[in-house]
């Protein structure tokens, strides 16, 4: 099945995801992977963020921040809740918790969400450092 949005328990500014551990879920020493914590509360967080936008704006994640409490194993049922912490012009700031069926909490985060409109252009992407010639490179064309 995988993890779901619950409507019953979003609303404006919040938002709770819940779904039940699965065998894809488990990492090589069988208990869920870091990346799934993070994706349910990223998608937690995030769809809090989106519930607080006005018509035709979109946000996007542009800082996560995850701390892994306890692990969890396959057959659990997780929940993460999602609340914003402030909203501004262009940017978002969300906390999220993740509880095991227990109500022991197993992850938390933060995160930043970029706010734009959407009939104008994503914000740019940043631009690249070019490499730097070290000294031994600089050696060799001498």
């Known amino acids: 099945m995988g993890f779901k949005i619950d409507i019953e328990r979003s609303g404006r500014g919040t938002c709770t995801v ?14 869920v992977h870091g990346g799934v914590y993070a994706t349910i509360l990223d998608t937690a967080m995030g769809a809090a963020v989106l519930s607080v936008l006005g018509p035709g704006e979109t946000a996007a994640t542009t800082s996560l921040y995850v701390e892994f409490l306890r692990a969890a194993q396959e057959g659990d049922t997780l929940t993460a809740r999602g609340e914003v912490l402030r909203r501004g012009r262009h940017l ?19 995160g930043t969400w970029y706010i734009w409109a959407v009939d104008s252009k994503p914000p740019p992407e940043a631009p690249t450092a070019k ?5 031994a490179s600089r050696a060799r064309s001498a």
């Open 18 to 31: 819940t779904g039940r551990v699965e065998t894809r879920h488990l990492n090589i020493n069988s208990v």
């Open 92 to 110: 978002a700031f969300a906390e999220g918790n993740l509880f095991g069926e227990d109500g022991h909490r197993l992850s938390q985060a933060r």
């Open 131 to 135: 490499p730097r010639r070290g000294r």
